[in-house]
């Protein structure tokens, strides 16, 4: 099939599918709003590459594929460094009152040994930790985008805080 007809394939699928991925990828991004139009266009980027050939039902097609981007989207943003903004900032408002540069090296430190033990985390533990203390979110929504039981949440969790908790105790 020729490109042209794939781009007027996937054309199509957006005028008549986009409104509603939007309002699928916006609801579940609540506070990532930018990012909502980087994932719809990687759908329609995939949705191309297929073809029209092998996609019996659009409407369904376009759904699951937003699905897994939006499902890869949440797990390589949980990896990112950005995740540790929230906790860089900690560490420089408990040093801003201490003019002392050895406690600022210690809080910097402490900062470096817990972005180890975060990144070490496996990507659903460390998905899970971002979800629940940076966007807020409650265990059974972190379990619809994870694509896991509630239970397997609390347990990446409880995991997630344990291995923390590690690391400070070695820090002692």
């Known amino acids: 099939m020729k490109i042209d007809e794939r781009k007027a394939f996937v054309n199509e699928i957006a005028t008549r599918y986009g409104r509603r991925l939007r309002r699928y990828l916006s609801s579940r991004l609540r506070n990532n709003s ?15 590459r297929v073809g029209p050939d092998s996609i019996r039902n659009p409407a369904a097609y376009v759904m699951t594929v ?9 797990l390589r943003s949980a990896a ?11 560490v420089d408002r408990q040093t801003a009152g201490h003019p002392d540069p050895s406690a600022q090296v210690d809080a910097q430190q402490r ?33 619809e985008k994870l694509g896991v039981s ?23």
């Open 66 to 74: 937003a699905g897994h981007v939006l499902h890869q989207h949440i």
């Open 34 to 48: 930018p990012d909502v139009s980087d994932l719809e266009q990687e759908v329609f980027l995939r949705i191309l």
């Open 80 to 90: 990112m460094p950005e995740s540790l903004e929230a906790l860089g900032e900690m």
């Open 111 to 143: 900062l470096q040994a817990l972005d180890r033990t975060l990144q070490s985390l496996p990507p659903h533990v460390h998905a899970t930790l971002v979800m629940r203390l940076q966007y807020g979110m409650k265990l059974g929504e972190i379990a």
């Open 150 to 172: 509630t239970h397997s949440v609390k347990k990446y969790f409880a995991r997630a805080l344990s291995l923390c908790d590690e690391q400070k105790k070695l820090e002692g």
